[in-house]
């Protein structure tokens, strides 16, 4: 009686499970569509995918990507944007940039998985690369993203160069975001580049190889 009532304990968390996840969204792909095209078809409520009248269009749709990645073929990274205004200015637009990875679940089926927001510092964050490299001890990539802000203030003119790491995810693994880490990103974050006062300074990461060949210097 006792192995029954395990029996139908197991029976119970499974269905559970599986409905949790079915009740999930699910985003479908057109046989032959093209990634940029399934990026731009499922636009998340609020944010809109760049066009000609949004800053850095051409590098964005660039930097939707199709991948084999943690073991899944068919993987597509993808960027938004999201308009805003300010509650005390109405007549200026600021936007944040969205990223997702979008993960098969099935034919021509796929999981939206949050990748991070990166807000609006003085300006739109502009995505300058999207790139995998081992950032810990597994043998498994970690995905990174590179971005950078404008600073144009009095006397200092210039950009802020950021870089961020994310953890790998397995395919039992559904999570709402990718895990954000923390201490090896700050590390290869290149900081402000351009000219402040009477100073000026270089970032020492402004490229994915520059990050690429840092983190292999740490023995990444």
Not at 13 to 28: A, E, G, I
Not at 69 to 91: A, K, S, T
Not at 183 to 191: A, E, I, L, R, T
Request: hydrophobic content about 40%.
């Amino acid at each position: 009686m006792a192995f029954m009532y395990k029996i139908i304990a197991l029976f119970f968390v499974v269905t559970l499970f599986d409905c949790s996840y079915c009740l999930s969204q699910v985003f479908h792909r057109a046989p032959g569509q093209t990634a940029v095209d399934f990026v731009r078809n499922n636009v998340p409520p609020g944010l809109a995918f760049t066009n000609d009248t949004l800053p850095y269009a051409d590098v964005m749709e660039q930097q939707v990507i199709e991948t084999q990645v943690w073991g899944q073929e068919r993987c597509i990274i993808g960027f938004y944007i999201r308009p805003y205004h300010l509650p005390n200015n109405m007549e200026e637009l600021e936007l944040d940039l969205i990223g997702y990875l979008y993960r098969p679940i099935g034919n021509y089926s796929y999981e939206r998985i949050l990748i991070d927001t990166f807000e609006n510092e003085g300006g739109c964050a502009e995505l300058l690369s999207v790139f995998f490299v081992n950032a810990d001890k597994d043998t498994t990539r970690e995905v990174g993203v590179l971005v950078k802000w404008p600073v144009r203030h009095y006397q200092i003119n210039g950009d802020i160069y950021e870089t961020r790491i994310y953890d790998d995810i397995s395919s039992l693994q559904h999570p709402v975001r990718l895990k954000y880490m923390e201490n090896v990103s700050k590390k290869v974050s290149g900081g402000f580049d351009g000219d402040n006062e009477e100073t000026h300074r270089v970032s020492r990461f402004k490229t994915a190889r520059e990050v690429k060949a840092a983190l292999k210097q740490m023995g990444y």
